[in-house]
Structure formats: C-alpha cells, structure tokens
C-alpha cells in the first residue's frame, strides 16, 4: 500500500500530516517508527493522523517517533487546522483529539491559535506516582508539573546555556515519580512576558520547539506567579505565543508552514506492515 503525507513545522517543530479521511487508519507502533526514523524514513517529532469524525470537521491521533501514541500535539494540531481551513474557506474549525473538541482559528500573518483546553493541575491527573503539591515537587532544581493531556515537568534555571539537557533530559524523562513519563521543561525567564524554554520531549529527544511543551512551561510559570497571562516563548526553533488567564483554556498561537508533500514508497508500507504481523 501507499501513503499519501504532508511535512510541515512549526518553527521547526516538525511533524507528518497523513489524511485518511474516508479511509482506514493503517497507522501502527511499527509504522510511526519507520516513518519518524530520519534516515530510512521520513522523520518527524509527531506524526498527525487525520480521521472522519460525527461532531466536529476531523478527528486527529498522534504518535511520536518511537512509536508511542499521545494525546495531544499543539503544533500539529495548528498544521492540520491550516490544512483544513484552507480547504473549506474558513477563519477557523474545531477539530477533536484525545483533548476534546478544540477550536482553532486563523490569525493575521498567516499565524493559527488553538485553545489547547484547560490544564490538569492535580497530582492524579498528571499523573504523579503519588500526592503531592504539583507546584513544587520534591526533586532536585524544584520543578512543578501539569499536564496538558500529556505530562510537563518545568525547571525555572538561571542560565540556560548551563544546562546539559542530552544528560538530564532522559533520566527525568523516566524517574519514577512520573508513571506515564513525562516531558522535560528548562525556562529562563527573561521577563515577565518573555521566556527562554529548551526541551526534552518525551519519547522524542531535544526538539527545536514544542506546542503543548510551551503552554505547559507558561502554565507552570503562571502558577509560580513569575508571568503575566500572555507570554512569548522563544525555543530553539523560533517563537510562539501562549496565553492562559488561570482559569480557562492554553490559547497557543504561531506560524506553521508546509515543507513538503508526498508518498510513502510501498516497499517502506509493505516491509512495516509485514514486521507489524
């Protein structure tokens, strides 16, 4: 079989859209981590699967690289509202995900915003092995924790660059306080409207940028009480704009643009589908 896809990224944060609309979902563990392998395959930090859906224009399942699925993906759920907005005609869609129903809407300069939903802030919800004040956790460095439908763990640091993410990014990624793992968040706050934010991505490595990891590291420093409710967060990658007013929905907003489209080589879909069995 073939596969029709589309690269894209959002400030470098780049991820596969595969349409399948009126089709089957033949998207497996093994194949997501044939395709995000970056040298046999295509390579990605997500993989956006687009599916029919009864209550809103489509629904969307993601995986990471080594084949794990997640819940949520803010800047491959703005690509695939630019996709479809562009294709209805429309300033804005409501798409679902293992979030919910989430509202996208196109903004000037060629921007896309998606109201992330509300984070999760107790212990259980994140989860955590145990309870605890999710604002302070009792490891070394005092991070705090929410999820926004997968687990963020932040560090506040005073000098970024000091930080050896490649050697402290994995062994947070999998301490036993985070069952689900979780990914890793190290902020320099330059100012109360601006952050600095490096990343270990769970299931992913070190990412030029990530959306649900920008709205999880705001969210934590909003609860520090170190950010205003509209903050600009510059990743390796680029920028983007996060907004939470403590109550209601992570609005995330920034560029996404489309790199390239293709198909899948049937050998490559042939060869996963036969290992998968």
């Known amino acids: 079989m073939t596969l029709q896809f589309v690269k894209m990224h959002a400030h470098g944060d780049d991820f596969i859209v595969i349409d399948r609309r009126g089709r089957d979902d033949p998207i497996t563990a093994h194949i997501a ?82 109201d992330m939903g509300r984070p999760s802030l107790g212990w259980e919800e994140i989860p955590l092995a145990q309870a605890m004040d999710t604002e302070r956790l009792p490891l070394e460095g005092d991070p705090a924790a929410c999820s926004m439908g997968n687990p963020h763990c932040t560090f506040f640091v005073d000098d970024l660059a000091a930080v050896d993410i490649a050697t402290l990014g994995p062994s947070l990624e999998t301490h036993p306080l985070f069952p689900n793992k979780t990914n890793v968040h190290f902020v320099q706050v330059l100012d109360r409207s601006h952050i600095r934010l490096r990343i270990w991505e769970r299931g992913g490595g070190i990412p030029q940028g990530s959306g649900s990891c920008c709205c999880g590291a705001v969210v934590n420093g909003i609860r520090r009480g170190l950010l205003d409710d509209t903050v600009d967060v510059q990743c390796d990658g680029g920028t983007v704009t996060v907004h939470w007013d403590g109550h209601g929905g992570v609005v995330l907003t920034g560029a996404v643009q489309t790199v390239v489209q293709g198909t899948v080589a049937a050998a490559l879909m042939g060869g996963a589908m036969e290992s998968a069995h």
Not at 49 to 61: E, K, N, P
Not at 83 to 101: D, H
């Open 33 to 114: 981590r044939r395709l995000g392998d970056r040298h046999r395959g295509i390579g990605f930090n997500q993989l956006a699967v687009v599916l029919d859906c009864a209550d809103a224009a489509a629904r969307i399942t993601f995986w990471n690289p080594d084949g794990t699925p997640l819940d949520t993906c803010g800047s491959a759920t703005r690509g695939v509202a630019d996709m479809l907005m562009r294709e209805a005609g429309t300033a804005t869609i409501v798409l679902r995900t293992n979030r919910g129903l989430l509202t996208c809407v196109r903004e000037s300069g060629q921007r896309v915003s998606v």
